[in-house]
T-cell receptor
Framework: RKEVEQDPGPFNVPEGATVAFNCTYS??????FFWYRQDCRKEPKLLMS???SGNEDGRFTAQLNRASQYISLLIRDSKLSDSATYLC???????????FGTGTRLKVLA | EPEVTQTPSHQVTQMGQEVILRCVPI?????FYWYRQILGQKVEFLVS????????KSEIFDDQFSVERPDGSNFTLKIRSTKLEDSAMYFC???????????????FGAGTRLSVL
């Protein structure tokens, strides 16, 4: 099983749609979880940290399910500017190592 | 807004040459990282660095790689004898807190694209 696994997509959705991505991780000792977005040939930019209780930031909601070892990202009311690759990032527990998923590509269509 | 700065943005080198990639982390950050991303592939962890020491390194970070904080602001990645397969985007990142702490957010530089010919 890969350390951090994501569906690569692409997810093609119309503007205004709601879209959800999942990410699974293999190391049950993982402690910190993040969603980053990456535009083509640019650096990853933090979208949001993922907390145990779940958290929301505007149109974005992140959830963590430790029992099933997955995190999710929900985007409501998609905008054209949301088109990007969404990276799931997991910190291996007790280490200084961060593992990236392959990313899920989102295209929001007009 | 403070940012991580990387230079150069693009480095072209011949196979077998040494390269040094430079990074200026955010000023109050104490933890530094290098990642690479081969075109079309995922971001891969190379090394983390704290208090002038390597905290963690991946299998990719072999003897050809080294990191240094030569002064109070720069953080460098050196590749001693570049190979074709070293061609990639190299990202530097920094964080205020340790990965062992909560809210240990990493901020990334814009990257250096290394092309080995």
């Amino acid at each position: 099983r890969k350390e951090v696994e994501q569906d690569p997509g692409p997810f093609n959705v119309p503007e205004g749609a709601t879209v959800a991505f999942n990410c699974t991780y293999s190391n049950s000792a993982s402690q910190s979880f993040f969603w980053y977005r990456q535009d083509c040939r640019k650096e990853p930019k933090l979208l949001m940290s993922v907390y145990s209780s779940g958290n929301e930031d505007g149109r974005f909601t992140a959830q963590l399910n430790r029992a099933s070892q997955y995190i999710s990202l929900l985007i409501r009311d998609s905008k054209l500017s949301d088109s990007a690759t969404y990276l799931c990032v997991v910190n291996e527990g007790g280490t200084y190592k961060y593992i990236f998923g392959t990313g899920t590509r989102l295209k929001v269509l007009a | 807004e403070p940012e991580v700065t990387q230079t150069p943005s693009h480095q072209v080198t011949q196979m077998g040459q040494e390269v040094i990639l430079r990074c200026v982390p955010i000023s109050n950050h104490l933890y530094f990282y290098w990642y690479r991303q081969i075109l079309g592939q995922k971001v891969e962890f190379l090394v983390s660095f704290y208090n002038n020491e390597i905290s963690e390194k991946s299998e990719i970070f072999d003897d050809q790689f080294s990191v240094e904080r030569p002064d109070g602001s720069n953080f460098t990645l050196k590749i001693r004898s570049t190979k074709l397969e070293d061609s990639a985007m190299y990202f530097c990142a920094s964080s205020e807190r340790s990965s062992l702490a909560s809210k240990n957010i990493q901020y990334f530089g814009a990257g250096t694209r290394l092309s080995v010919l």
